[in-house]
T-cell receptor
Framework: GAVVSQHPSWVICKSGTSVKIECRSL??????MFWYRQFPKQSLMLMAT?????????EQGVEKDKFLINHASLTLSTLTVTSAHPEDSSFYIC???????????????FGPGTRLTVL | GQNIDQPTEMTATEGAIVQINCTYQ??????LFWYQQHAGEAPTFLSY????GLEEKGRFSSFLSRSKGYSYLLLKELQMKDSASYLC???????????FGKGTTLSVSS
């Protein structure tokens, strides 16, 4: 199979603190990982694409200094929400692709998501 | 740019057939995906179409017309567990990632 895990599954933090979310591909090497954000009753919005060993590519409107992404190995990417504010409360989902380019068919595997609540 | 349109909500009854439409505008085309997402969970892959026509997979089928920028997901013999959000997605302009539509929330009642 192709399993992607995320940790933590949920987190509550105070405004102004930083939160780190981990995304791991458990049984395959993920050249590319993607981070999405999903607000209630909205679709997944792509935040950034990260390739192992290089800087992440952020989508327009996503602050790279606020959402720090590190893809240090072929099985782990982290998203750090710095100085979190209540408006950052959302469902963060990562996905991993076995391919180094855009996935075809069932080649992109999603993690179970992390529910972030900022008080 | 890219634009993906889907109906926001649909309702149906158990045993029925429902068709969820998706229209898209994109420069370049590398395939269209359908995902199912239950509330609070990750999306799960349903189908991938890159050529025109209908692809059938059990109770679910997906259709694509590239010339019309149109796809639909057909769900047959609906079950209560099919109540979920159905997301249409295409590959972005750079060819590097999936861009999702807003999703269609399907409610199946008995």
């Amino acid at each position: 199979g192709a399993v992607v895990s995320q940790h933590p599954s949920w987190v509550i933090c105070k405004s102004g603190t930083s939160v780190k979310i981990e995304c791991r591909s458990l049984d395959f090497q993920a050249t590319t990982m993607f981070w999405y954000r999903q607000f209630p009753k909205q679709s997944l919005m792509l935040m950034a694409t990260s390739n192992e060993g290089s800087k992440a590519t952020y989508e327009q409107g996503v602050e790279k200094d606020k959402f720090l992404i590190n893809h240090a190995s072929l099985t782990l990417s982290t998203l750090t929400v710095t100085s979190a504010h209540p408006e950052d409360s959302s469902f963060y989902i990562c996905s991993a692709s076995k391919r180094g380019v855009v996935p075809r068919g069932n080649e992109q595997f999603f993690g179970p998501g992390t529910r972030l609540t900022v008080l | 740019g890219q634009n993906i349109d889907q109906p926001t909500e649909m309702t149906a009854t158990e045993g029925a057939i429902v068709q969820i439409n998706c229209t898209y505008q994109t420069s370049g085309f590398n395939g269209l995906f359908w995902y199912q997402q239950h509330a609070g969970e990750a999306p799960t892959f349903l189908s991938y179409n890159v050529l025109d026509g209908l692809e059938e997979k059990g109770r679910f089928s997906s259709f694509l017309s590239r010339s019309k920028g149109y796809s639909y997901l057909l769900l047959k013999e609906l079950q209560m567990k099919d109540s979920a959000s159905y997301l249409c997605a295409v590959i972005n302009q750079a060819g590097t990632a999936l861009i999702f539509g807003k999703g269609t929330t399907l409610s199946v009642s008995s």
